[in-house]
Nanobody
Framework: QVQLVESGGGLVQAGGSLRLSCAAT????????TAWFRQAPGNEREFVAS????????YYADSVKGRFTISRDNAKDTVYLQMNSLKPDDTAVYYC???????????????WGQGTQVTVSS
């Protein structure tokens, strides 16, 4: 079992930046491909970005390309999501997920965190 814990959410003005972190207890996060998803009120949970377990590949939703960067520090067993040029449309609960592949489908991920709220004001 892997328990994921997200941190770093908060309230920021449009154009600002936040960095989310995802840490794990139980099995090491470095063994898993890891992704960030988000869910806004009334919307389905959507893929944001993912990174392979070795950090050799990363993938992004079109809506965040060029603004968000996913990375991982396997020595610290932590995955990050650097979010720049934030927009009000980025407001959502952000979830960390770990799984066997780095693809964008939710079904690929076996373990999920509880989420961290990101609110972007205009």
């Amino acid at each position: 079992q892997v328990q994921l814990v997200e941190s770093g959410g908060g309230l920021v003005q449009a154009g600002g930046s936040l960095r989310l972190s995802c840490a794990a207890t139980g099995r090491p996060l470095r063994n898993y491909n890891t992704a960030w998803f988000r869910q806004a009120p009334g919307n389905e949970r959507e893929f944001v970005a993912s990174v392979s377990w070795s950090a050799s590949a990363s993938y992004y939703a079109d809506s965040v390309k060029g603004r968000f960067t996913i990375s991982r520090d396997n020595a610290k067993d932590t995955v990050y999501l650097q979010m720049n040029s934030l927009k009000p449309d980025d407001t959502a609960v952000y979830y960390c997920a770990a799984g066997a592949t780095p693809w964008s489908q939710r079904a690929n991920y076996m373990y999920w965190g509880q989420g961290t709220q990101v609110t972007v004001s205009s």
